[in-house]
């Protein structure tokens, strides 16, 4: 079993900063990509931002510029920093990883998710 643990999430006045971590743990073989998305109340959870194991990285138009992904291989951990937050990035934040499998479909394993909000 794999799990994802996130931190980070808070209050925060607009134009502030936070940095959102996850940690992958659990029986890993290796972590493909892994990624934050978001989601407000009755909408779709959206990408914010994905990286890849090499480094290779894609976000939403919203974010960028402000956010950015980062990850340690070493600590299957991924981070985002978010930067000049505005009060429409307030949402739950959730974690995702692919970790791949031997002999074996690569599993999707997401957080319990991290509120961030951003007041005005």
């Known amino acids: 079993q794999v799990q994802l643990v996130e931190s980070g999430g808070g209050l925060v006045q607009a134009g502030g900063s936070l940095r959102l971590s996850c940690a992958a743990s659990g029986r890993i073989f290796s972590v493909n990509s892994m990624g934050w998305y978001r989601q407000a109340p009755g909408k779709q959870r959206e990408l914010v931002a994905a990286i890849t194991s090499g480094g290779s990285t894609n976000s939403a138009d919203s974010v960028k510029g402000r956010f950015t992904i980062s990850r340690d291989n070493a600590k299957n951990t991924v981070y985002l920093q978010m930067n000049s937050l505005k009060p429409e990035d307030t949402d739950v934040y959730y974690c995702?990883?692919?970790?791949?499998?031997?002999?074996?479909?690569?599993?999707?394993?997401w957080g319990q998710g991290t509120l961030v909000t951003v007041s005005s």
């Open positions: 995702n990883a692919v970790i791949d499998r031997p002999f074996n479909r690569p599993l999707e394993v």
